[in-house]
């Protein structure tokens, strides 16, 4: 069975901090990759998708970056944060490839910048 | 863009009535894919159900609900509540051939089920 894995679990930084947050996914070979992110009383967006190993693309520029160096490895960073980059970030994948995907999603990351 | 609404915040229900979660979607594409994510408390979102088939009921786990193009609606039914329902319930909009499979969520409704 597949399991996914986000770490930290919760995280409190300070504005201007740098941030990686990490996600694994075990079980599944060469899975699609996905980083949503939720504001405060907001709605998941979603920030990146990798479709294979070194290839990331974005979706919603926030100051944010992502890297794929593993198979079953991906990497949420930035080297600044902002206020508002505050929130709750999930990582997911999918098996197919598709506007139908069902998305798997991880139990998330909780962000605090102070 | 493509937006999805989800009109009430909260629902407060007791156990044994039944359930009607609303969901509106706006998209120029005209075969969209609609999704019902649930997330309970301390659990990630998961799959409930999806349709892209215009007017055919989908069911899961004793819910339902059916996607009508002419309304833009997918609206997520069930005919009693359990204690167990209680959870986060998003509906979520894509469609073929969308850059990065992207989910587009709504802003969620919290269904609360009491005894």
């Known amino acids: 069975a597949q399991t996914i894995h986000q770490w930290p679990v919760a995280e409190i930084k300070a504005v201007g901090s740098p941030l990686s947050l990490g996600c694994t996914i075990k079980?599944?070979?060469?899975?699609?990759l996905y980083w949503y992110w939720q504001a405060t009383g907001g709605t998941l967006q979603q920030l990146f998708y990798?479709?294979?190993?070194?290839?990331v693309e974005s979706v919603v520029q926030l100051n944010l970056s992502a890297s794929r160096p593993k198979d079953d490895q991906f990497i949420l960073s930035t080297e600044k944060l902002l206020l508002s980059h505050s929130g709750f970030y999930l990582c997911?994948?999918?098996?197919?490839?598709?506007?139908?995907?069902?998305?798997?999603f991880g139990p998330g990351t909780r962000l605090t910048v102070l | 863009g493509d937006s999805v609404t989800q009109t009430e915040g909260l629902v407060t229900l007791t156990e044994g009535l039944p359930v009607m979660l609303n969901c509106t979607y706006q998209?120029?594409?005209?075969?969209?894919?609609l999704f019902w994510y649930v997330q309970h408390l301390n659990e990630s979102p998961r799959l409930l159900l999806k349709?892209?088939?215009?007017?055919k009921r989908t069911e899961h786990q004793g819910f339902h609900a059916t996607l009508h193009k002419s309304s833009s609606s997918f609206h997520l039914q069930k005919s009693s509540a359990q204690l167990s329902d209680s959870a986060l319930y998003y509906c979520?909009?894509?469609?073929?051939?969308?850059?990065?499979?992207?989910?587009?969520f709504g802003i969620g409704t919290l269904l609360s089920v009491k005894p």
């Open positions: 349709s892209f088939t215009d007017n």
């Open positions: 997911a994948w999918s098996e197919d490839w598709g506007g139908d995907a069902e998305q798997f």
């Open positions: 998209t120029i594409y005209s075969n969209p894919f």
């Open positions: 979520a909009l894509s469609h073929y051939g969308s850059s990065g499979n992207k989910l587009i």
């Open positions: 990798s479709i294979t190993v070194g290839q």
């Open positions: 079980g599944k070979s060469s899975p699609n």
